[in-house]
């Protein structure tokens, strides 16, 4: 249970969307601030490089960016897909993220539950969170209070502050590494800090756990003297498992040959269709939000149109006896089987090998941000570094499913979006007047 728990907190936040019902406002550019002297009403969605919210938003903040600073008060929920994310202000309703590194400033007041999936989340002295945490990622600091429950998948995690709850976590050993990213990871003036966390699970002097502790752990966790635990303690220890080395050797080779395959049929997508592939980029970068949408749309109704063709072409004939193998009726049949089976062949390609390439792309392209889409050759660079990053990704046993998911709506929304564009600007009331009235 616990851990299909962290398994939804983890693919939570890329799904998760606002459920009000207010008016929403859309905003995008390189740099977005919404000033201390400003109100927007309603939901607000964000695409941007970089977002500062000082001000206040009466409904749902939704951001995809590379830094996020809420340092103002937002009535509804933040629903947050970043590089770094700083919390230091008000928020209403719970904030669902998925970052690379997260921080809770010391005058954050969060109104509901914090879920969060990462590689590192501090919560500083002085903020409060007044929901649960649940969290899955590298590690955790948790120096402020939280006054529900925490639930937690992690590597290593330090307590200082105060759970007014359970407390029910599972870390790696205390005796592993003392490893992890160095500092000056950031590109430009960072906006949160990794802070160095001791491997294993660490309760300092101080620290209060308001109810039971359940500590999943190969190492017994390191409680001070000091440190204060209500209910019983419960250390679960796995049973030891040992990986031949071969074993390990054949999962390296699997990955490679997976991260070749990909490579290989992403070097078939862009030279074959360099436009298309790059329109469904340029899609997903722009308009991330309407991309997931529209996916959301897209997968299901493809998956009908799957079954419509079957049908159409061999049960519904079969069904009322129109199924004759001579002449012409033969060659139509024949015509329309292969028309179906290119479609659902293409189809079948896109689920398995083109979501994952413009998904990868897309990584790419974040990566080179400052590089527009001109030459295949663009496409193939970027498509190389983002599938290093899908591939690692899709290795994270709690967010492997999430990111397989997510791959497949971006990309079939992307697809969408730039199919209907190019439907709408081939329409005549898109068209010049001057070459409308020449016809």
């Known amino acids: 249970m616990r851990t299909l728990l962290v398994l939804i907190a983890c693919v939570f936040p890329l799904f998760a969307l606002p459920t009000g019902t207010h008016a929403a406002e859309f905003l995008g550019g390189q740099e977005v601030t919404i000033a201390a002297d400003d109100t927007w009403e309603g939901d607000l969605y964000i695409s941007a490089q970089s977002v500062r919210v000082e001000g206040t938003v009466t409904g749902d903040l939704v951001v995809s960016a590379q830094k996020l600073h809420v340092s103002g008060q937002v009535e509804g ?10 919390l230091d202000g008000k928020i209403g309703r719970t904030c669902r993220i998925a970052c690379q590194a997260a921080e809770v400033g010391p005058a954050a007041r969060l109104g509901s539950d914090l879920v969060a999936a990462g590689y590192s989340l501090e919560i500083k002295p002085g903020a409060v969170v007044s929901g649960d945490l649940v969290y899955a990622g590298f590690q955790a600091m948790l120096r402020g209070q939280i006054e529900q429950d925490v639930w937690g998948a992690v590597n290593r995690a330090e307590l200082f502050g105060k759970i007014g709850r359970e407390l029910s976590i599972t870390t790696a050993s205390n005796r592993g ?24 699970l660490t309760i300092h002097d ?14 017994e966790a390191d409680i001070a003297s000091e440190a204060k635990v209500t209910g ?23 990955q490679v040959k997976r991260y070749l395959s990909i490579l290989a049929m992403g070097m078939l997508m862009i030279v074959v269709c360099p436009l298309t592939t790059g329109g469904m980029v340029e899609q997903i970068i722009q308009r991330p939000i309407a991309s997931f949408l529209a996916g959301v749309v897209a997968v299901p109704l493809s998956v009908i149109l799957s079954v419509l063709v079957i049908a159409s072409i061999v049960a519904i004939p079969m ?34 090998f083109g979501a994952v390439v413009v998904t990868s792309i897309t990584l790419g392209r974040v990566v080179f941000s400052d ?9 193939i660079l970027m498509l190389g570094f983002g599938l290093i990053f899908y591939v690692v990704l899709t290795c994270v046993p709690f967010v492997q499913v999430g990111v397989i998911v997510a791959a497949i709506l971006f990309a079939f929304g992307g697809l969408f979006l ?11 009331e898109k068209r010049p007047r001057a070459a409308t009235e020449s016809k």
Do not use: N
């Open 77 to 86: 929920g933040v629903f947050a897909a970043c590089q770094q994310v700083l």
């Open 232 to 254: 019983p303690i419960e250390w679960i220890e796995p049973e030891p498992t040992t990986v031949p080395e071969s074993d390990k050797i054949s999962y390296v080779w699997d």
């Open 371 to 379: 590089h527009r889409i001109s030459s295949r050759g663009a496409l």
């Open 177 to 200: 590494t003392a490893w992890q990213l160095p500092t000056g990871l950031w590109w430009g003036t960072p906006l949160v800090s990794i802070p160095h966390v001791q491997p294993g």
């Open 418 to 428: 730039w199919c209907m564009g190019k439907v709408l600007a081939s329409s005549p």
């Open 319 to 352: 069904a009322f006896g129109w199924l004759h193998f001579d002449g012409l009726a033969a060659a139509g049949s024949f015509i329309a089987a292969f028309a179906a089976t290119i479609y659902l062949g293409s189809l079948g390609f896109f689920f398995a």
């Open 206 to 219: 101080g620290a209060v756990v308001g109810s039971k502790l359940i500590y999943h752990s190969e190492s």
